[in-house]
């Protein structure tokens, strides 16, 4: 099982191994890939830091405790119908974005977030209701 915050639930989506660090990368990586190969993989929804947070890197502000991302963290979790503390498979969260997120609502939701403007997941919530699933990273 993984402990996941919720905007960390569209950062998959758009993952496409980039990130913060070698070691952040790495962590992604391998989280991204176990859902994308098993999607039965439970899945607890955490307030704050998460396993993903465990490996940003410590270079300065640790933006994980910052108030704008625990708000974007309510507005992903309210939009799917989430709660803290929530423990349910990654298909189901699959599931929920089809019913719940299209993807220009990346644009509003995701708004203050440096990786919006790749414009990877806003792709990456199109593939999902396409029923793709998430995107294989080399």
Same mark, same amino acid.
């Given at each position: 099982?993984?402990?996941?915050?919720?905007?960390?639930?569209?950062?998959?989506?758009?993952?496409?191994?980039?990130?913060?660090?070698?070691?952040?990368?790495? #962590?992604?990586?391998? @989280?991204?890939?176990?859902?994308? #190969? *098993? +999607?039965? /993989?439970?899945?607890?929804?955490? =307030?704050?830091?998460? &396993?993903?947070?465990?490996?940003? +890197? #410590?270079?300065?502000?640790?933006? %994980?405790?910052? =108030?704008?991302?625990?708000?974007? *963290? $309510? $507005?992903? @979790?309210?939009?799917?119908? @989430?709660?803290?503390? &929530?423990?349910?498979?990654?298909?189901?969260?699959?599931?929920?974005?089809?019913?719940?997120?299209?993807?220009?609502?990346? &644009? /509003?939701? %995701?708004?203050? %977030?440096?990786?919006?403007?790749?414009?990877? %997941?806003?792709?990456?919530? &199109?593939?999902?209701?396409?029923? =793709?699933? @998430?995107? =294989?990273?080399?």
């Amino acid at each position: 099982m993984y402990r996941l915050r919720g905007h960390h639930l569209f950062c998959l989506l758009g993952y496409r191994g980039m990130g913060y660090s070698k070691e952040y990368v790495e #962590n992604m990586t391998k @989280l991204h890939q176990t859902l994308r #190969n *098993d +999607p039965e /993989t439970w899945i607890q929804i955490v =307030k704050g830091p998460d &396993q993903l947070c465990e490996k940003y +890197p #410590n270079t300065g502000e640790y933006h %994980c405790k910052d =108030k704008t991302i625990y708000e974007r *963290d $309510a $507005a992903i @979790l309210e939009k799917m119908d @989430l709660k803290i503390g &929530q423990m349910l498979k990654w298909k189901d969260i699959e599931f929920r974005i089809r019913q719940h997120v299209v993807p220009t609502d990346i &644009q /509003t939701v %995701c708004e203050s %977030c440096s990786w919006r403007t790749y414009g990877v %997941c806003e792709e990456g919530v &199109q593939e999902m209701l396409d029923g =793709k699933g @998430l995107r =294989k990273v080399e």
